[in-house]
C-alpha cells in the first residue's frame, strides 16, 4: 500500500483575493531532493530547504516588475533563471543578493516559460509556440522568433522532458475548445501535433502530466468529470509528416474518479510511478462530498491507495519532487512526504494483512518509547489520536534514514552486523509505519542470500515474516531460499503467514516435508503452537479410546472388518492406521501445508509430481489425522492452530484425485484405500441417519408453527 | 386496499348429517340426496352442482331410498311411508302408509307406471303412479325375512329383491317368485350372521348384480339362477350399487369409503364374450359410502362423512378441464348464518334449534398479521328451540337486533327480543297469510319484514311494537312456480330484490309496492345478489360464477358489468367449485363489493382494472412483498384473502370490521363416528 505520511507547512501563501490563484507561480527542484525554489505570483523567489521548513534565500525584482514565469534551478552552471515582464530573461546565482544587478536579456517575443531539469539544458519556451534553447537565445537576444501557434490558440501547459538520447518539450494548447499537444523534440528539431479526443462538449482538461517510459511519453490528463486519460506518444516522432494535419491522439480511460456531484473545478492529477496516481481537489469516495482530498490511487487495481485530507481550499495546483508532493491549499503550501511499495495483488486486494489490527499482538521484545506511547492508545479519544499522528511523524523523519542506510548495509555487511540492525530497525520503529520498508528490507536480504550462497540470515528473516507485513508476490523468492537452505522453520513461518502462496511452491514445500527422513525432521524447530497441537494428538494415541457421545470405535471395527474380509487379528492390538506414521516434527510441517490456501485446479497438475511412495505416506497421515477427528472429540482443543476437518478431507480427495490410477496399481495402497472407502462408507451411513433425523425434526418444527386458533380472535389482515 | 379488524367466529357448530340414499334424474340432470335427518336436497348438475333446493327435515323421517318418476320425487323410510314431495313449496306434498312395516328400498320400472316397495315383513308391495297421487296396486309372493333391496328388470316384466341370504326374482305379473339365489355368507366368524344384500340391479341382459355385508359384488345369471362371478371387493358391507345408463359400468360403495368400478368389456384383447372385469378404486370417504349415482360421466358418492362427491369418469370426460375435476360439495349452498350488522349480533340455524350470539370486544390496535387482545368474549345470548316436529327451513334477525323470525314447511314465528336484559317474547298476534316463509329478510330500519312464500311471491309484514300487520304481496309477473331461494331488501329501504330457482331475478319498488323490473335472465342459477347502498346498482353473482352488475335506474346492465362480460372473468375465478354464497358492500367505499365463497373471500375493486387472463390472479402475496408505490401497478380488481377456510358468512359490520364464521371441515369430519376399523400398516 503506498501511504502518505504527516505532511508540515513550507511556507505561507498570499491567495489572491477571489482565492482563485494559489499565489504560487510554480516549485522547481533545486540542487538536491531537499531543496526547492518556489515562485510567487508577484514578484519574489525564494529557495527553501525542505526538511528544515526553512527558507535560505529570497530574490525579489523590483516595484511596478513581475515574474512571469516560475524560476527554474540551472544545475548545470548552478544559476537561477526567471523571466520578468515577459520579455526580460534573467539569470542570477545563488550569492547574488539583489536582482536588478543580475544579468538581464530581453527578448523579441513573450516567453511563456523557461525548463530546465537535471540532465537537460534550459529550453524557452515563448508564448507562440516556439522553443528555444536558453544558451542560444541569449547569444543573439534580440533574434525573430517564429509563431508555431495559430491565431487564437494558446498555451495550456507545458513541460519538459529528457529522455537518454533527446530533449523533448511538450506543451498543450488550446483553439475554440480543441485541445492539441506539441511535441517539440530538440537536437534535431522535430514538432509534432497532436489532437486531443473531445470529452464532454465544454469540458477542458484541469491538469496534465507527463512521464516517460519505454521511448514513450505517457501523458495523462484529467477532466472536470473525473476522468482520467492516458495517452502513449512515442519520443521518437514519425518523422515524415511533420507539419501536417494534426493526429488524433489515442487515449485509454485510465481511471473513473468519484467526483460526487458537480463536475470538479481545480483538480490535479500527477504521476508517480507506472502504477500510481496522485490526485488532489477530487473527493475520498468513502468520506462524503468534500473535493479537499490528496489521493493516491493504484491505476492497475483501481484501488484507492492512500487518502488525506488537505485543509483550506484546494488551488489545483501539484508538484512532485522525488518522494515530496507539494501542494498549496488555504493559506499553506505543504510537503507530504509519501511512499510506496512494490504493489502486489495481495496488497491490491487488501488482503496483505495489515499491521494495524494486529498492533495488539505486535512483537514488543525491547521497550520503546513507541511502545509506551501506543500503550495510551487504551484510552480511544481524539486527543491521543492526534498525539500518534504527531508521535509517528517523528518516527519517521528518523527511520526513513536508517532505512536506506540498512539496506545499504545489507548489500556489503557480513551476516553479524546485518542481523544486529535489522533487530535494532524491527524493534524501533512502530510497525505501522514500517510497513512498506519491510519489504524493500526482505528482498533485499533474499536477494543478497542468493547471489551469496555463504550468506544467510534465518533470525532476521523470521523477524521479518513475524511482522506480518509480508507477503509472497512481495518477496517472490523467500520461500524458495528457504528451501534450498532447508529452512523449513521458516518455510512453515512463510506458509502460516503468507496469503499468497502459490500453489507450486506449496507442493515444492510438500514435497521437501514429506521427502525428509524423520531424523532430520527431529533436529527442526518448529512453530510452538503447531506443535503442542500434534504432541496432543499423538498422546492420545496410546491412552485408552475416549468414548465421546456414544460413538464406539469398535463399530468402525466391525464396519471395516466386512469390508476388508479378514479383520481376525485387529480387534485386540492397535490397528496400524491408529499409529501416526510420520514423525512429531514432520507432521507439524505437514499440517501447516494442509491449513494454507490453494485452488484445487491450480494444485493439482503439482501434486501430480508427487512419487507413489510420497503419496502413500501422506495419504496414510491423512487417514490417521481424519480418524482421530472423527473418533475422539477433537473440537475441544481447537485453541491450538490445527487444519480442520474438511481440508484434511479436501486433501485426501485432491491426492485420490492426482494419483488414483497409481494408487489402484500399487499392491501397498490396497489396504488404504480399502480402509478409506470402508469408513467412508460407515460416515455416510452415519449421515444419512442423521438426515433422516432432521427431516424428522424439521416436520416436528413445522409442527409447531401451525397455531392453535381456538374458537374466537380478532385478527388485523391488510389487503392489498 | 386497506386494513381489516376481522372477528373470526369459529363457535357455529354446524354438523351435516349422514347422506341416506340419492337418486339421479338424468333428463333434468338432478339429483336428489336424503340425508339421516329427513332432509332433501336437489343439486342442478348441469349448472355447475349447484344445490337448488332444500327441503328441511322432520323427526321421525327417515329416508331409506329416493327415487324418480318423471320429475316426481318420491321417497320411503323406515317410518313406513311413502312420500311424495312437492319441489314447488318445498314440502312433503302427501305420504301414504304401506303397512308393510319399515320400508327399506322403492324401486320404478322403467314405464314409470309403477312403483315397487320392499317391506320389513317380506312383501313386495306394488303401487300405480297416478296424476296427483299414487294407489296401492298388489303384494307379490310374500317371503320370509325383510326386503332390502329391489330392481325392476328393464322390461318391467321381472323384479328381482335382495332379501337377507338370498336373492328372489319376481314375475311382476303374476307376483310368483320364480327363482331363489342362495348368497354365500361370509368366512370365519361372520359365517354365523346372515348376509344382507344390501344393493341390486337387474341388468337388460338378464344378469343380476348383488352387493352383500359379506363384502361381494356377485354376478349372477337372472335366467338360469347361477351364479356366475364373485367379486371379493372388500371385507367389510358392499353398501350400494349403481350401473350406468348404458349398462356398461358399474360402481359399488363399501363401508371403507371405497368405491369400486367394475366394467363390462372382454378380459383379453380380440375376445368378443364380455364380462364385468373390476377396472378401478375411488377412496374419497373415510366413512361408508350409502349411496351412489352413476351419471353419464361422473360417478356421484356420498355416504356416513356426509360428503357428496362427484368423481367424473376420466375416460368419459375431457382430461384437465373443469368437468375432469373432483368435487366435493361439504358446505350447504346457502347462508346459514345472519348478521345483525348494527348490533353485532349472530344468528346461528340448526336444523332443530336457534343460537344468538353476541361478537366479542377488542380495543386494541395492531399491524396487519397480529391477533389483538379479546377485551370481552362473545356470549350466547340464546338458544331457541324450536316447536314442532318439523325442522327449520330459514331464519332471519334484523339488523337492530330487535326481531327473529324462522319458519318450518308448516309454522312461522316471529319473536322480539330485548338484548339488554336478553328476553324473547314470541309475537303472538301473526297476520293469517304468514304460515310459512321459503326465505326470510329484514328491512334494514327493521320496520319490515319480508317472506317469500309459494309462486315467487313476497308477503310484505310491517313490524310495530304491539303487534304486525300484512301489508301487501309482491307477485313477479312471470308466473314462475319456483320458490324464491334469496331475498335482498336494499339500505335505503326502497328496493327488494328476490331471486328464484327459476333464475329470475326481480326488483320491486317499496315505496310503490310494485314490481320494478326484471333482471334479464341468466341462464344459471343466482347464488347471491346484493343492492349496491351507494349506487342502487345489483349485483348477482351466478352458479356458474359469473357477475353481473344492474343498474336499478336505469334498467339495464352497468358499463362495469359490461367490462366485465366482455373481458371475461379470470379463468382462475371460473376454475372455482364453490359458489359465492354472499354479497356484501363497503359503506366507506361504494366501489368496493365483498364477495365469499367456501375457500375464500373476495373485495372486487371496480376502480381497478380487471385482471387479463395472464396476470397472477392470486396475487395477494406478491403485491405484499412489492414496495408500496409498485402495488398499483401490479394490482388488480380481484382481492383475495385465503386465510379463512370453509366460510359460512363473511359480513361487514357497521364498524367497518369483517366478520368471519368459519367452520373448518377438520372440526366436522373430528366430530364423526369412528369408521370401521381398518388395518393399517404397522399399527
Redesign the interface.
Same mark, same amino acid.
Not at chain 1, 713 to 719: A, F, N, Q, Y
Not at chain 2, 4 to 9: A, D, I, L, T
Not at chain 2, 365 to 372: A, I, R, V, Y
Given at each position: 500500500m503506498a501511504a502518505l505520511y504527516e505532511g508540515y507547512t513550507l511556507c505561507g501563501l498570499a491567495p489572491a483575493q477571489n482565492l482563485l490563484s494559489s499565489g504560487i507561480q510554480g516549485v522547481e527542484a533545486e540542487r538536491d531532493s531537499d531543496h526547492v525554489v518556489v515562485t510567487d505570483s508577484t514578484r519574489s523567489v525564494t529557495l527553501y530547504k525542505v526538511s528544515d521548513q526553512k527558507p535560505l534565500s529570497s530574490w525579489t525584482v523590483k516595484q511596478g516588475q513581475t515574474l512571469t514565469c516560475s524560476a527554474v534551478y540551472n544545475s548545470q552552471t548552478k544559476e537561477y533563471v526567471a523571466v520578468s515582464d515577459g520579455k526580460v530573461i534573467r539569470i542570477w546565482k545563488e550569492e547574488e543578493i539583489l536582482l536588478d544587478k543580475a544579468f538581464k536579456a530581453t527578448v523579441s517575443s513573450d516567453v511563456w516559460r523557461v525548463h530546465c531539469v537535471a540532465g537537460g539544458e534550459p529550453v524557452v519556451l515563448f508564448q507562440r509556440g516556439a522553443v528555444r534553447l536558453l544558451d542560444s537565445l541569449l547569444s543573439a537576444p534580440q533574434q525573430p522568433i517564429e509563431e508555431v501557434l495559430a491565431q487564437e490558440e494558446v498555451i495550456r501547459w507545458s513541460t519538459n522532458i529528457v529522455t537518454e538520447s533527446q530533449q523533448v518539450v511538450i506543451f498543450t494548447t488550446e483553439q475554440k475548445g480543441d485541445h492539441f499537444l506539441y511535441l517539440q523534440r530538440l537536437n534535431p528539431n522535430t514538432l509534432q501535433r497532436y489532437r486531443l479526443e473531445r470529452e464532454e462538449p465544454g469540458l477542458s482538461p484541469l491538469s496534465f502530466s507527463a512521464s516517460c517510459k519505454d521511448k514513450h511519453i505517457r501523458l495523462l490528463y484529467l477532466y472536470p468529470n473525473g476522468h482520467l486519460y492516458q495517452s502513449l506518444v512515442p519520443v521518437r516522432g514519425l518523422g515524415a509528416d511533420e507539419g501536417a494535419q494534426a493526429l488524433l491522439m489515442p487515449r485509454s480511460l485510465l481511471l473513473a474518479l468519484p467526483i460526487g456531484e458537480g463536475l470538479l473545478e481545480a483538480a490535479s492529477a500527477q504521476v508517480l510511478d507506472d502504477a500510481h496516481v496522485a490526485v488532489v481537489g477530487v473527493p475520498h469516495p468513502s468520506a462524503g462530498a468534500g473535493k479537499d482530498f490528496l489521493c493516491i490511487w493504484n491505476t492497475n487495481f483501481q484501488t484507492l491507495q492512500a487518502g488525506k485530507e488537505m485543509a483550506g481550499k484546494i488551488y489545483g495546483q501539484l508538484w512532485r519532487y522525488s518522494n515530496k508532493l507539494f501542494i498549496p491549499h488555504g493559506k499553506t503550501l505543504s510537503v507530504i512526504p509519501y511512499e510506496w511499495p512494490k504493489s502486489s495483488l495481495a496488497s491490491a486486494l487488501g488482503k496483505l494483512r495489515q499491521a494495524k489490527t494486529e498492533e495488539s499482538k505486535a512483537p514488543t521484545s525491547v521497550p520503546s518509547w513507541n511502545n509506551i506511547l501506543h500503550e495510551e492508545k487504551a484510552h480511544p479519544s481524539r486527543t491521543v489520536e492526534t498525539r500518534k499522528t504527531r508521535t509517528n511523524r517523528k518516527s519517521q523523519s528518523a527511520p526513513s534514514l536508517t532505512n536506506d542506510h540498512i539496506l545499504e548495509l545489507i548489500k556489503t555487511a557480513p551476516v553479524e552486523e546485518v542481523q544486529k540492525e535489522v533487530e535494532v530497525l524491527l524493534s524501533r520503529t512502530d510497525v505501522q509505519g514500517l510497513q512498506p520498508s519491510v519489504g524493500q528490507l526482505a528482498s533485499t536480504l533474499v536477494s543478497r542470500s542468493l547471489d551469496d550462497p555463504a550468506f544467510y540470515t534465518p533470525s532476521s528473516l523470521a523477524q521479518l515474516v513475524h511482522t506480518r507485513c509480508l507477503c509472497h508476490s512481495v518477496c517472490p523468492d523467500l520461500v524458495l531460499l528457504a528451501l534450498e537452505r532447508k529452512d523449513y522453520f521458516l518455510c512453515q513461518l512463510c506458509l502460516q503467514f503468507f496469503p499468497d502462496i502459490p500453489e507450486a511452491v506449496t507442493c515444492a514445500c510438500l514435497k521437501a516435508f514429506i521427502s525428509m527422513s524423520d531424523v532430520d525432521a527431529e533436529k527442526v524447530s518448529v512453530e510452538p503452537d503447531g506443535f503442542s497441537f500434534m504432541e496432543s494428538l499423538m498422546a492420545r494415541e496410546r491412552g485408552p479410546h475416549g468414548l465421546q457421545n456414544g460413538f464406539s470405535p469398535a463399530s468402525i471395527e466391525v464396519d471395516r472388518s466386512d469390508g476388508l474380509g479378514v479383520g481376525g487379528t485387529r480387534a485386540e492390538d492397535t490397528p496400524t492406521e491408529q499409529i501416526c506414521p510420520v514423525g512429531l516434527h514432520k507432521a507439524v510441517l505437514l499440517n501447516e501445508i494442509l491449513q494454507t490456501a490453494y485452488s484445487d485446479s491450480f494444485l493439482l497438475p503439482h501434486l501430480k509430481d508427487l512419487s507413489s511412495q510420497h503419496v502413500l505416506l501422506f495419504l496414510q497421515y491423512l487417514q490417521f489425522l481424519y480418524l482421530k477427528y472423527s473418533q475422539d472429540a477433537f473440537p475441544q482443543m481447537h485453541g491450538l492452530r490445527s487444519p480442520s476437518l474438511t481440508q484434511i478431507m479436501d486433501w485426501v480427495c485432491l491426492l485420490l484425485d492426482a494419483h488414483f490410477t497409481v494408487l489402484v496399481m500399487t499392491p501397498e495402497a490396497k489396504g488404504l484405500l480399502l480402509n478409506l472407502h470402508s469408513f467412508v462408507k460407515s460416515q455416510v451411513r452415519l449421515v444419512s441417519e442423521l438426515g433422516k433425523i432432521e427431516g424428522s425434526l424439521q416436520e416436528l418444527n413445522k409442527m409447531k408453527v401451525k397455531k392453535d386458533?381456538?374458537?374466537?380472535?380478532? /385478527?388485523?389482515? /391488510?389487503?392489498? | 386496499?386497506?386494513?381489516?379488524?376481522?372477528?373470526?367466529? !369459529?363457535?357455529f357448530d354446524y354438523m351435516p348429517t349422514a347422506i341416506r340414499a340419492m337418486a339421479f334424474n338424468s333428463r333434468t340432470e338432478r339429483l336428489a340426496l336424503a340425508r339421516a335427518d329427513g332432509a332433501l336436497e336437489i343439486f342442478n348438475f348441469a349448472d355447475n352442482y349447484f344445490q337448488e333446493k332444500v327441503i328441511p327435515g322432520q323427526d321421525g323421517r327417515a329416508v331409506e331410498a329416493l327415487c324418480w318418476v318423471g320429475q316426481r320425487l318420491f321417497s320411503a323410510g323406515l317410518n313406513g311411508e311413502i312420500t311424495e314431495y312437492d319441489l314447488e313449496n318445498l314440502r312433503p306434498r302427501y305420504t301414504v302408509e304401506a303397512y308393510g312395516g319399515p320400508i327399506w328400498t322403492i324401486s320404478i320400472n322403467s314405464q314409470g307406471t309403477l312403483l315397487a316397495v320392499g317391506c320389513e315383513d317380506g312383501t313386495v308391495k306394488m303401487f300405480e303412479i297416478l296424476e296427483e297421487r299414487i294407489q296401492f296396486q298388489r303384494n307379490l309372493d310374500r317371503q320370509k325375512g325383510r326386503i332390502i333391496s329391489l330392481s325392476w328388470h328393464p322390461s318391467g316384466t321381472l323384479i328381482a329383491a335382495g332379501m337377507m341370504d338370498m336373492i328372489r326374482i319376481f314375475d311382476a305379473e303374476t307376483g310368483r317368485a320364480t327363482h331363489r339365489l342362495l348368497v354365500e355368507r361370509g368366512v370365519g366368524a361372520s359365517k354365523s350372521r346372515e348376509v344382507v344384500v344390501w344393493s341390486i340391479v337387474f341388468l337388460s341382459d338378464h344378469t343380476i348384480v348383488s352387493g352383500d355385508s359379506a363384502g361381494k359384488v356377485q354376478i349372477w345369471d337372472g335366467v338360469t339362477g347361477t351364479l356366475v362371478r364373485t367379486h371379493l371387493v372388500t371385507k367389510w358391507d358392499v353398501l350400494a350399487l349403481s350401473v350406468s345408463k348404458d349398462e356398461s359400468s358399474l360402481v359399488a360403495g363399501t363401508s371403507e369409503g371405497t368405491v369400486v368400478q367394475f366394467q363390462f368389456i372382454s378380459s383379453t384383447v380380440d375376445q368378443q364374450d364380455k364380462e364385468w372385469v373390476r377396472t378401478r378404486t375411488f377412496k374419497n370417504h373415510s366413512h361408508d359410502v350409502r349411496a351412489l349415482a352413476h351419471t353419464e360421466t361422473a360417478v356421484v358418492s356420498g355416504g356416513m362423512d356426509t360428503q357428496l362427491v362427484v368423481r367424473p369418469l376420466l375416460d368419459k370426460v375431457e382430461k384437465n378441464t373443469q368437468e375432469s375435476a373432483l368435487r366435493k360439495m361439504s358446505l350447504p349452498h346457502r347462508s346459514l348464518v345472519c348478521c345483525a350488522k348494527k348490533a353485532g349480533l349472530l344468528l346461528f340455524q340448526f336444523p332443530d334449534h336457534l343460537e344468538l350470539w353476541r361478537l366479542?370486544e377488542?380495543d386494541g390496535?395492531?399491524?396487519?398479521?397480529?391477533?389483538?387482545p379479546?377485551k370481552r368474549?362473545?356470549e350466547k345470548l340464546i338458544q331457541l328451540k324450536r316447536k314442532g316436529e318439523d325442522h327449520i327451513c330459514c331464519s332471519a334477525l334484523s339488523p337492530c337486533g330487535g326481531w327473529l323470525a324462522y319458519s318450518t314447511v308448516t309454522s312461522f314465528r316471529l319473536y322480539r327480543l330485548q338484548n339488554n336484559n336478553i328476553s324473547v317474547t314470541k309475537v303472538s298476534k301473526l297476520p293469517k297469510d304468514l304460515r310459512s316463509a321459503h326465505q326470510l329478510c329484514f328491512s334494514p330500519d327493521s320496520s319490515k319484514l319480508f317472506a317469500s312464500s309459494s309462486h315467487s311471491s313476497v308477503i310484505v309484514v310491517g313490524l310495530n311494537q304491539p303487534e304486525c300487520k300484512y301489508l301487501h304481496t309482491l307477485k313477479p309477473k312471470s308466473g314462475s312456480r319456483q320458490p324464491v331461494h334469496l331475498l335482498f331488501a336494499s339500505e335505503d329501504g326502497k328496493w327488494l330484490a328476490t331471486a328464484n330457482a327459476d333464475c329470475e331475478i326481480h326488483v320491486y319498488n317499496l315505496d310503490k309496492l310494485k314490481l320494478h323490473c326484471t333482471v334479464p335472465v341468466y341462464s344459471s342459477c343466482p347464488t347471491a345478489i346484493a343492492i349496491n347502498p351507494t349506487t342502487s346498482n345489483l349485483v348477482a353473482v351466478h352458479a356458474d360464477q359469473q357477475i353481473f352488475e344492474f343498474s336499478l335506474v336505469q334498467k339495464e346492465y352497468t358499463e362495469w358489468s359490461r367490462k366485465l362480460q366482455k373481458q371475461g372473468l379470470h379463468s382462475l375465478w371460473l376454475e372455482r367449485d364453490t359458489p359465492i354464497t354472499r354479497v356484501a358492500f363497503n359503506p366507506k367505499n361504494p366501489a368496493h363489493i365483498i364477495l365469499h365463497d367456501m375457500f375464500m373471500f373476495c373485495?372486487i375493486d371496480q376502480s381497478l382494472p380487471l385482471p387479463e387472463a395472464k396476470t397472477p390472479f392470486y396475487n395477494?402475496m406478491t403485491?405484499?412483498s412489492l414496495p408500496e408505490p409498485q !402495488?398499483l401497478v401490479h394490482?388488480h380488481a380481484f382481492?383475495i384473502?385465503k386465510?379463512f377456510q370453509h366460510l359460512m358468512c363473511v359480513s361487514l359490520l357497521e364498524d367497518h370490521?369483517l366478520v368471519v364464521v368459519e367452520r373448518p371441515l377438520l372440526n366436522i369430519t373430528s366430530q364423526l363416528p369412528a369408521p370401521v376399523r381398518q388395518k393399517k400398516f404397522a399399527t
Open positions: 386458533v381456538g374458537q374466537y380472535s380478532i /385478527e388485523v389482515i /391488510e389487503l392489498f | 386496499m386497506g386494513e381489516f379488524k376481522v372477528h373470526r367466529v !369459529r363457535f366479542g377488542s390496535h395492531g399491524k396487519p398479521g397480529d391477533s389483538l379479546v368474549k362473545p373485495i395477494q403485491l405484499r !402495488r394490482s382481492k384473502c386465510n370490521s
